[in-house]
């Protein structure tokens, strides 16, 4: 496997793979990067779809890109994707899998003219006092020495921050600026969490930074993931005839392990409540999906709580990954990333309208009528003064293809589980859906009076526990978690958000269908490049561009720099004047 960039190699289609035609694949989990990867296989790898098997431990595939009508309970979102133009393998994948939609058209296709006609920015980023505009302004209202702390953060070297947290980093004077509440908020990163993630984030989407404030750097499918992404890439392998089998955990894989050369030798899983075993030759192929930021997920309803399970580590995916580590160091360390719930958990909500009186209220936050089909927050509103930190969302309606027309689905998501709310005086991981609809109205301004009657009759709301949800974010260091392919590795791939490649971010779309391709390109030897990263933090012009958004209109002159160093400064723009430097200081308003 090697990258590649630009566009020779992104339009090219592959040789087929020597011996493919005898391979076969089993993928753990039908998750978004197993479904990529299966998705791969058919495409790039060319193997029989009769000879592709993937085993789901739950009834339906997705994995945490879910939107469902549950009989009983309604609506039901834990999450939603942001998507970005230089999402490089996520959009080489899509241009291939065909619109449930729009016949002739390609996933790509829909989105692309989707996002062109309805562009996504956000006119209310965040609220005060009870539904009032905070007035970000599109600033981030850094200091100089909060600056400098980013900077320093952004040039350090991967192995400087193993097992280093934001805490370790930053101090309260950047945390009271606007740009931490909009990357705590958009990333839903806290203190204690890696700061290598957060560099990591700072190096991808440099060149969005001009983007944060108001989302215009983000863009969203038309309904939620499951409909308008996970749905066409399943009946695009099943008109393969690739295999699904639901209902089918994996406890585990069993590894020949011996002078350097590591293989699948066998699964043992269960299926319909009995032990199966699965035996393995070094032509079948394992995709493995180890660890889950959704495993454990609980779900509460109007009248209940959710439930936290306190179980370290104990579902599926991470049982799964620790018998498998057990088995070699090169595996990695699951139980850096499942065993503090208490750091790694928040609590998201669905919220569903039922008549016209709440939707008067997100019309006059999202400024825009959110009947109309088009963007409607473009993005989370957070609420700045909120004790839960709580942010919430309305993306383009109808979010699901079932919903009525004079219904809207909200969802939400506070990231203080713990700390009381400001009008419902419980913390949020204690309360039921009702409850949480209450804090919700408070904040957008709802009269007290009217709040315990318009949250009995004019909404229903499903609470949802995730104790693993920002799992992916923990510290770590070099190892604790496996490569993508591991060294010595003859038949099998590790994918998904707990797999470790070079310069992408995890908590994104990206990541799970990078990981996905270089596994099938390795393990198959396509001969095709696996697009790189797209390298924006070594383009001056983007350094450029976004120190000058940070720096909210100053100048560098403007800069309270020391008395040496404003001499050298005035001696550097004497010698850049009149050359290309002196013009890009120019055009991007520093000078």
């Known amino acids: ?34 479904l990529a990867a299966a998705c791969f296989l058919v495409r790039d790898g060319q193997m029989k779809g009769e000879h592709i098997h993937i085993l789901e431990e739950m ?28 999402f490089e393998c996520l959009w080489d994948l899509f241009r291939s899998i065909p619109s449930i939609e729009t016949e002739g058209l390609s996933v790509l ?87 290598l993630e957060m560099k990591l984030y700072l190096q991808r989407f440099i060149h969005h930074i001009g983007g944060l404030p108001d989302f215009s750097a983000l863009k969203f499918t038309k309904y939620n993931q499951f409909e308008s992404l996970i749905l066409p890439m399943v009946k695009y392998l099943e008109d393969h005839g690739v295999h699904f089998q639901y209902d089918t955990q ?45 495993e454990n997920s609980s779900l509460g309803d109007d009248d209940h709580a959710p439930v936290m399970n306190t179980e370290p580590g104990e579902g599926g995916c991470w049982q799964l990954w620790k018998n498998i580590a057990a088995q070699d160091p090169s595996f990695g360390r699951p139980e850096k990333f499942c065993t ?41 509103i957070t609420v700045k003064d909120s004790s839960w930190l709580m942010s919430y969302t309305i993306n383009r309606q109808p979010h699901f293809k079932q919903q009525p027309k004079d219904q809207l689905v909200v969802w939400i998501y506070g990231l203080y589980t713990d700390a009381p709310g400001d009008f419902v005086k419980k913390p949020m991981k204690e309360c039921t859906g009702r409850e949480i609809t209450q804090e919700w109205l408070y904040h957008m301004g709802v009269p007290e009076a009217e709040i315990l009657e318009l949250a009995a009759t004019g909404a229903h709301c499903i609470p949802c526990m995730m104790p693993y949800i920002t799992a992916f974010f923990m510290p770590r260091t070099e190892g604790d978690r496996p490569k993508v392919v591991p060294e010595g590795s003859v038949n099998f791939a590790f994918i998904g958000q707990f797999a470790d490649t070079v310069r992408d971010t995890v908590f994104t779309t990206e990541y799970s269908v990078r990981t996905a391709m270089e596994a099938v ?52 723009l004497k010698k850049a004047s009149g050359t290309i430097i002196g013009e890009l200081l120019e055009r991007y308003k520093l000078i």
């Open 1 to 34: 496997m090697y990258y590649s960039n630009g566009n020779y190699e992104a339009f090219a289609r592959p040789e087929k793979p020597k011996d493919v035609d005898r391979k076969s694949a089993y993928l753990v989990g039908s998750g978004l990067a197993s």
């Open 59 to 86: 009834s339906l595939p997705g994995g945490a890109c879910d939107g469902i009508k549950d009989p009983q309970k309604g609506f039901i979102i834990r999450g939603g994707r942001e998507m970005e133009n230089h």
């Open 109 to 195: 296709d829909e989105f692309y003219r989707l996002n062109k006609h309805d562009p996504n920015y956000s006119l209310m980023r965040a609220s005060v006092n009870r539904g009032e505009d905070a007035h970000t302004d599109g600033k981030f209202t850094l200091s100089e020495k909060a600056s400098m702390q980013i900077v320093k953060l952004f040039m350090s070297r991967d192995e400087d921050l193993y097992d280093v947290t934001i805490d370790d980093v930053f101090d309260e004077e950047f945390y009271a600026s606007n740009f931490w509440l909009y990357w705590q908020t958009m990333f839903a990163f806290e203190k204690w969490h890696s700061a």
């Open 250 to 294: 994996v406890t585990n894989v069993i590894f020949d392990i011996k002078d350097g050369r590591k293989a699948a030798k066998q699964m043992i899983c269960i299926h319909n409540g009995k032990e199966e075993t699965i035996d393995l030759i070094e032509d079948d192929l394992v995709f493995i999906t180890n660890g889950s930021c959704t």
């Open 340 to 380: 503090n719930i208490a750091a790694t958990n928040w609590e998201s909500a669905t919220v569903t309208t039922l008549d016209q009186r709440i939707p008067r209220y997100i019309e006059k936050m999202s400024k825009r009528d959110p009947f109309s089909g088009k963007v409607v927050t473009g993005g989370i």
């Open 521 to 572: 390109y390795t393990l198959l030897d396509v001969d095709r490049g696996v697009p790189e990263v797209f390298a924006s933090c070594y383009d001056i012009r983007v350094l450029l561009d976004s120190m000058a958004k940070m720096l909210d209109g100053k100048k560098l002159t403007d800069l309270k720099l020391p008395f040496v160093a404003k001499l050298v400064e005035k001696q550097l």
